[in-house]
């Protein structure tokens, strides 16, 4: 109701929407059958793919949003919907940015929005991690976007309405700013100086994904923009922040 109230704003107001969608609007069941290999670290994507919308780059945004993407990506697709009859009917200006995993400081961490501050959390407070399904082997990638990035395009696109109005786009690190569990763990190793237990569990849980990588190709031809902040100056960051406010953090974990 929230989304559908602001869109009656916008169009009572003739404002212009920019959306921030989510990857997650895409079908679960097509990005496990991507097709994949492994190396030491890693699962990588393989060039040749039979899923439309997927290569070696990525995931694109002709990528089939098909039958189930978990209950928050659902509501994210249900607000892309909302957007476009808006856009069609009302003829309000708007956009719609499916970003990646989207992380950085003044994160609040969970498994499922913030695994990279959850991971520099449990380093800092010795605290174990899980590499969750996929044999346990913590060889599962994410790309990600540092949140100073995020205000980046955001901002360009507000500037540049009309250059951007009624478009999609996937924004994300893509390839170069992506970590398994694996390489995530040990990146926080280094930063942190602290090595805290792994947990496998080996079965996978309903909505987890081996891969996902953003190609952002179409944001970048368009404009020329691209992420500045890389792997480790974003954990770096965060790990700052969370030394900034560790006694706070702490009493909010409890620990």
């Known amino acids: 109701m929230g989304s559908l109230n602001t869109l009656e704003l916008a169009r009572r107001h003739k404002s212009a929407v920019i959306f921030i969608s989510s990857s997650r609007v895409y079908d679960i069941e097509d990005l496990n059958k991507l097709e994949c290999f492994e190396s030491e670290t890693r699962f990588e994507l393989k060039e040749e793919q039979k899923v439309m919308g997927a290569s070696a780059a990525g995931i694109n945004e002709n990528f089939p949003l098909g039958k189930s993407r978990s209950l928050y990506g659902t509501t994210k697709a249900c607000v892309e919907l909302l957007l476009q009859e808006y856009i069609a009917i009302y003829g309000i200006k708007g956009v719609i940015d499916r970003f990646g995993l989207i992380t950085g400081p003044w994160q609040m961490g969970n498994y499922n929005q913030g695994v990279v501050m959850v991971w520099l959390l449990k380093h800092i407070f010795d ?17 990600f976007i540092h949140i100073d990035d995020v205000f980046d395009i955001i901002d360009l696109q507000i500037n540049n309405l009309d250059k951007f109005n009624q478009e999609t786009f996937n924004i994300g690190g893509g390839r170069e700013y992506s970590v398994s569990l694996y390489e995530l763990t040990e990146l926080c190793r280094e930063i942190t100086g ?31 923009w691209q992420p500045t902040r890389g792997t480790r100056q974003t954990l770096e960051d965060i790990n700052k922040w969370i030394m900034e406010h560790k006694e706070y953090l702490r009493f909010l974990l409890n620990k």
């Open 194 to 224: 602290k090595n805290v237990p792994i947990e496998r569990p080996l079965e996978n849980r309903a909505l987890d994904i081996k891969i996902y990588l953003t190609d952002a190709a179409k944001i970048k031809t368009l404009t020329g």
């Open 127 to 143: 605290m174990p991690v899980s590499f969750t399904g996929f044999g346990g082997t913590g060889k599962q990638v994410r790309d």
